[in-house]
C-alpha cells in the first residue's frame, strides 16, 4: 500500500460566536496556515476535498462559497461531502491510495451559532419513526448515559471526573473554547449536566496530505496513516446496545488498531459518556493519553470536531509526543457512524 | 468595525414522503390503535419495524401484533421540552420494548418526575385523540401497574381500511443570519443607493457583490472600491415563464451587467427597451424604486454600445 501521511494541521479559534465572519472569512486563514506550514500553493495540490452541512448554514450549497478560499481557478479537482471533514479525509486517502494525486488539502467547518444545534441534528433523524418527535442531540446522548449508568459502566461522579479533564487539558490548547474548571452545572437532560455536554462552537480545520517522498519533503516528522476505516450501526436506536460500540471496534480493528499499544488517543465523543463508551470499544487502557487536546468537550464546531481530533493527533506525531495515535470521529446519534484512524511516526 | 447585518431565517419544508408496504401497516395500525412489529428471518420481532433486517439485510415482510403494554429499557428526563417535542411539561425520554417485541421503540413518557421513572419500570400507550396515521398517534407512554403478557405475539395481514401511503414530515428551523462583513457593506451602501465592490490585493480585479475572498487567488479582499452605476450588459436571456409572487409581465429580459468599474458581472432585470432590442454590450443604468433596498431593474442610458472587448472577459 502507498505511503500517505498528514504533514500539515491548521484549526482557527474556536468560539460561541463569530458574527463577523461570513464561512470564507473563518476558513480561510486556516487554509493559508496549513498550505504555509508546507510551502505549498493551490496550484500544487491534486486534490481538494471539504466536509459540512447546509442544515448548520440554513442555505443549499453552502460549501461552494468557502470554495472561494481555496482559489479554484483555475479549475481544481474538489469535492465535498455533507458530513465530518473526517470522511472528507477519508476520501482524500482513498485517492492518494490510487496513486492519481501526491497531495491533498482537506478542510471542514461548522458555523453553528446561527441555528440551534439541538435542533438541527433532529433532522438526521429517522423521518418516519424518530424525527417527527424532535428528539434533540442531548436527550439522545442522555439515554445512552442512562444505559451506562444501568449496566454499572459509569456513574454521574465518573462522568463529572471526564469532563473536568478534558478541559484541563484544554488549558494548554491555545485554540480551545471552555477550558480550566467549570462547574458541572444542572441538568440539560437527566443524567447528563451542562459539564458533561459540548459547546456550541464555530470554527475551522484542515489539514494537508501528502504521499512517499513528498510527506517526507514537506514534514520533518510526518503522521503516517497506517490504517483508516469506518463503520455504522442499525439507524434504529432501539436495536443497538447504546452501551457499546461495536462499529468503532471493528473500523478500529481494520484500522490495524490493535496490532501494536497507542500512546494516544484523539476521540471524538462530544458527552462524557461517549468517551465511556469509546475507551471500552476501543480497549484502551490507562496508560493512554486521550484527548489530551481537550476533545469535543472543550471544543466541538459541528462537521469539523471529527478531522480536528485527527489533526490534533497528527500534530502530537509532528511534535515527537507521540509515536503512534489512535483518532476517532462520529456521526449521528450516540455513536452511530465512526471512523477510526491510525497514525505513527517514523522509529527515532 | 460596523455592526454586521442579521436578520432572522427560517427554514420551513413540509417533506411529503411514501411509506413502504411495513411502514404502511405500522402506521395505519398507530391509527386503528394497533401495534405491530416484524419478524426477523431468526424470530426475533422488530417495534418499530422496518423491511430489511438491520444485520442480515434480508427483505421483512411477516407483520405481527404486540401489546401497548411494555417496559422501559432507557430513559432520560428532560426538564425543558423543546418545540415540537411530544409533550409540553416536562417529561422522561424513553425507549420502550413494548410486550411481544425485542427491540425498543422511542417515546415520550409522561411521568410526574424523575424519581418516578426507572430503567425497568411498566408503561403503556397512551393514544392521541386525533389518530392520523403517524408516530405521534401515539400521544406518549404513562406508567401501568399490569405484568408483561408472555404469549406469543399474533401474525397479523398487515390490512386495515383506507391504509395511510405517505406522511408530511413538517420541519422548521430558526435561524439568524448574517451576511459576514463584506456582504454587510455591500447591503448598507445600497440603501444609499450606491454600489460597492472589493478589490483583490494579489490580481487587483473588484468582486461585486463582494463575497470576502478572491477565488481565483483564495486571499480575503478588503479594499473597498465604489463601482457603477451604470455598466454593460454582457449576456442575457429572455424570460417567457412567470415566477410565483413575481408581478411583471412577460417576456423580459434578465441579464448580467458589469458595472463600470467592476470584473464581475452581478444580475439584473432590463426594462425601458423592448424585450427583443436588448443586446449584448448595451449600456445600462439603475432605475430605484421609492423605497427600494436595491435597484429595481436596469434601463439604457442611451450611450453608444460597449465594444466587444472592453468586456469580453467578463462574458
Ligand atoms: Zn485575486
Known sequence: MREVAIVAFAQSDHLRTTDELSEVDMVMPVLHQVLAQTGLRTSDIGFTCSGSSDYLAGRAFSFTMTLDGVGAWPPISESHVEMDGAWAMYEAWVKLLTGEVDTALVYSYGKSSPGSVRDVLTRQLDPYYVAPLWPDSVALAALQAQALIDAGETDETALAGIAARSRESASANCHAQVKGSVPQGDYEVQPLRKGDCPPVSDGAVAVILAAGDKARELCERPAWIRGMDHRIEAHSLGVRDLTDSPSSRLAAERAGAFERPVDTAELHAPFTSQEVVLRKALKLGDDVAVNPSGGALAANPVMAAGLLRIGEAAARIHRGESDRALAHATSGPCLQQNLVAVLEGDAR | ?315
Open chain 2, 1 to 315: 468595525m460596523p455592526e454586521v447585518l442579521k436578520a432572522p431565517l427560517v427554514v420551513e419544508f413540509p417533506f411529503t414522503r411514501s411509506l413502504g408496504s411495513v411502514q404502511s401497516a405500522f402506521l395505519t395500525g398507530l391509527r386503528e390503535r394497533t401495534v405491530l412489529g416484524v419478524k426477523t428471518t431468526d424470530g426475533k420481532v422488530m417495534v418499530p419495524p422496518v423491511e430489511y433486517d438491520p444485520v442480515t439485510a434480508d427483505e421483512l415482510r411477516d407483520l405481527v401484533e404486540v401489546e401497548s403494554t411494555g417496559t422501559v429499557t432507557t430513559w432520560a428526563w428532560n426538564p425543558e421540552p423543546r418545540r415540537g417535542q411530544p409533550l409540553g411539561t416536562p417529561f422522561a425520554w424513553v425507549l420502550v420494548r413494548l410486550d411481544g417485541a425485542d427491540t425498543a421503540l422511542l417515546h415520550a413518557l409522561d411521568a410526574p418526575g424523575p424519581d418516578a421513572v426507572t430503567t425497568g419500570m411498566r408503561v403503556r400507550v397512551r393514544w392521541a385523540a386525533e389518530r392520523t396515521g403517524a408516530i405521534t398517534d401515539i400521544a406518549c407512554f404513562e406508567p401501568y401497574e399490569g405484568e408483561a403478557a408472555d404469549a406469543e405475539p399474533a401474525a397479523h395481514d398487515g390490512q386495515f381500511d383506507d391504509a395511510v401511503t405517505g406522511i408530511v414530515a413538517a420541519a422548521r428551523l430558526d435561524y439568524v443570519y448574517s451576511p459576514g462583513r463584506a456582504q454587510t457593506a455591500y447591503i448598507n451602501a445600497l440603501a444609499d443607493r450606491r454600489t460597492v465592490g472589493e478589490r483583490c490585493p494579489s490580481c487587483r480585479k473588484v468582486y461585486v457583490p463582494p463575497r470576502g475572498a478572491c477565488p481565483t487567488c483564495g486571499v480575503a479582499t478588503t479594499d473597498r472600491v465604489e463601482v457603477g452605476p451604470a455598466g454593460t450588459v454582457t449576456t442575457f436571456c429572455i424570460v417567457n415563464v412567470k415566477a410565483r409572487n413575481l408581478d411583471i409581465e412577460l417576456p423580459y429580459v434578465y441579464a448580467h451587467i458589469a458595472l463600470d468599474g467592476a470584473d464581475l458581472a452581478l444580475h439584473g432585470r432590463i426594462a425601458g427597451i423592448p424585450y427583443d432590442q436588448v443586446r449584448m454590450g448595451l449600456k445600462v443604468e439603475p432605475v430605484w424604486t421609492e423605497g427600494g433596498r436595491y435597484p429595481d431593474h436596469y434601463r439604457p442610458t442611451g450611450e453608444p454600445d460597449a465594444d466587444y472587448d472592453t468586456y469580453k472577459e467578463l462574458v
